[in-house]
């Protein structure tokens, strides 16, 4: 069983910045991907960044250059950090944590999101 719990989300101007966290427990597999999706009203929840144990990241087209994701396996933590910088308007979407995985079989775990809103 994994849980997911993030923190860091908020009110931001355009151009800001936000850093979201995210603190996974539980058994992750070194298989794996650790990332962030997010689900603006109206829309589909879309990918916005991906970690794999590997270090290679993945990104959606919208936000290369400006998010940037990271993972941290210290002091018996795993924490996955999401920094977002040159925050548009429509940035704006509950982010919520994720981990997928692939072995045994294919599954996804969630966070319960937090609200990043970018407005002036």
């Known amino acids: 069983q994994v849980q997911l719990v993030e923190s860091g989300g908020g009110l931001v101007q355009p151009g800001g910045s936000l850093r979201l966290s995210c603190e996974v427990s539980?058994?992750?597999?070194?298989?794996?991907?650790v990332g962030w999706y997010r689900q603006a009203p109206g829309k589909q929840r879309e990918l916005v960044a991906r970690?794999?144990?590997?270090?290679?990241?993945?990104?959606a087209d919208s936000v290369k250059g400006r998010f940037t994701i990271s993972r941290d396996n210290g002091n018996g933590k795993n924490t996955v950090t999401l920094r977002m910088n040159s925050l548009k308007p429509e940035d704006t979407a509950v982010y919520y944590c994720?981990?997928?995985?692939?072995?045994?079989?294919?599954?996804?775990?969630w966070g319960q999101g937090t609200q990043v809103t970018v407005s002036s």
């Open positions: 994720n981990v997928h995985r692939i072995l045994p079989s294919t599954y996804d775990y």
């Open positions: 539980g058994s992750v597999f070194a298989t794996d991907a």
């Open positions: 970690i794999f144990n590997s270090r290679r990241e993945n990104y």
